[in-house]
C-alpha cells in the first residue's frame, strides 16, 4: 500500500521528469525553469514529504492561510522559497512581505505603493511579478495587457519597485498557448526575465513557449477537496 506521501513523491518526480522532456522539446535547459509546488488547502503532512526530497520553491494563494503553516515549516526548511500566487489587499502587504520570497499578483497602483512603503520599513525585498489578465476577464486580476508597458513604468519610476516577471492565469474555456506567447512577448519587450506561466492542465505548452517558473498543485498533491 501506497501511502499518501509515497503517492505525494511519487507524483512529484512525474512532474520533474515531464518539465525535463518539455524542456528537452523546447530546447532549453530543465534547470533555466523552477517548478513552484502549489500547496493551497494541503497541510503540513502533504508538504513535508516534497520537503524532504529535497524540494524548496511553493507557492500560496492566500496570506492568511500560509501564516498558519508556513512559518513553522520555514523555520526547520530554511532556504524555503515560498511565492504568493493570490491576489493581495493592501491591508495584508505588511504580512505578505514579511512572509513571501516572491509576490507574483502586484496587480495595481494602490498596491505597488503599498508594497512599496512596507518593503522600505521592513529592509525586505521580494521578487515581485506583475499580473496580467490577458484574457481581459472581468472576475479576474491583473493588468490588462495594453496598461503593461505604463504599469511597469509606474512600478519603477514612481515607486522604484524591481518588478523582475510577469505572471498570468489564461481562461479556463481558452487555447493557452495564446495566452503564454502574449506574456512572453509583453515581458520581452519589457526586458523581463521571469515568466510565471502553466499549472497542471497546461505547464508543457507554457515551457515551450519560455516558461521560466509553472505553478503545479493537483498534479502533485491530488485534487483539492
Ligand atoms: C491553484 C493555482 C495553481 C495550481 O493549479 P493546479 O491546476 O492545481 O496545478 C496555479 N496558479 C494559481 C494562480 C492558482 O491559484
Known amino acids: ?118 518593503i522600505q520599513a521592513t529592509g525586505k525585498a521580494p521578487e515581485l511579478f506583475v499580473q496580467v489578465n490577458t484574457g481581459l476577464e472581468p472576475q479576474k486580476a491583473g493588468i490588462e495587457p495594453q496598461q503593461v508597458d505604463s504599469f511597469l513604468q509606474t512600478c519603477r519610476t514612481t515607486y522604484d519597485l524591481p518588478v523582475t516577471g510577469l505572471m498570468c492565469i489564461p481562461p479556463v474555456d481558452e487555447e493557452p498557448a495564446l495566452h503564454f506567447a502574449l506574456l512572453a512577448k509583453l515581458a520581452s519587450r519589457n526586458g523581463l526575465a521571469k515568466l510565471s506561466m502553466g499549472m497542471s492542465g497546461d505547464f508543457e505548452t507554457a515551457i515551450e513557449l519560455g516558461a521560466t517558473h509553472v505553478r503545479v498543485g493537483s498534479a502533485i498533491f491530488g485534487a483539492r477537496g
Request: with cysteine; glycine share 6%; hydrophobic share 40%.
Open 1 to 118: 500500500m501506497m501511502t499518501t506521501a509515497d503517492q505525494i513523491t511519487q507524483n512529484y518526480h512525474h512532474v520533474m521528469s515531464r518539465i525535463e522532456a518539455s524542456a528537452v522539446r523546447a530546447g532549453r535547459q530543465a534547470g533555466d525553469i523552477t517548478l513552484v509546488a502549489i500547496s493551497k488547502t494541503f497541510g503540513p503532512e502533504d508538504i513535508e514529504p516534497v520537503l524532504q526530497i529535497p524540494h524548496r520553491t511553493f507557492g500560496e494563494n492566500r496570506v492568511q492561510e500560509s501564516l498558519g503553516k508556513w512559518p513553522e515549516l520555514k523555520s526547520r526548511f530554511a532556504d524555503t522559497v515560498l511565492h504568493l500566487i493570490g491576489p493581495l489587499q493592501t491591508n495584508k502587504a505588511r504580512e505578505a512581505v514579511d512572509l513571501f520570497d516572491c509576490i507574483e499578483t502586484v496587480d495595481r497602483e494602490k498596491l505597488a505603493g503599498a508594497l512599496a512603503k512596507e
